[in-house]
């Protein structure tokens, strides 16, 4: 089991920036991808961007592709989302999400084990 815990989250202005930070405990943190999800009101849970285990190749959703960077610190581990030109339209709950040890990086909540609890993201235009 791995647990979770998301912290940065808060209320920004449009074009401001947030960093979140994802801190894990259990496993050993570099055998298993993380990513970051979104999930708006009425709103289905959003890849947001990923990381994978190991060096951490990043990934991306299009939507948030230039303005977000996802960034791994294995030997803190925590997982980062910058988030840069933030707009009305990323205002959700950010989730971060462990898959299994060894796994490829998948868009698809449905193939995290482990979640956070969530930090609000809220922009005001």
């Known amino acids: 089991q791995v647990q979770l815990e998301e912290s940065g989250g808060g209320l920004v202005q449009a074009g401001g920036s947030l960093r979140l930070s994802c801190a894990a405990s259990?496993?050993?943190?570099?055998?298993?991808?993380i990513a970051w999800f979104r999930q708006a009101p009425e709103k289905g849970r959003e890849f947001v961007g990923a990381s994978t285990w190991g060096p951490g190749r990043t990934y991306y959703a299009d939507s948030v592709r230039g303005r977000f960077t996802v960034s791994r610190d294995n030997a803190r581990n925590t997982v980062y989302l910058q988030m840069n030109s933030l707009k009305p339209e990323d205002t959700a709950v950010y989730y971060c999400?462990?898959?299994?040890?060894?796994?490829?990086?998948?868009?698809?909540?449905?193939?995290?084990?482990?979640w956070g609890q969530g930090t609000q993201v809220t922009v005001s235009s």
């Open positions: 999400a462990a898959g299994r040890d060894y796994s490829g990086t998948s868009f698809d909540p449905r193939d995290y084990q482990n």
């Open positions: 259990g496993r050993t943190f570099s055998t298993y991808p």
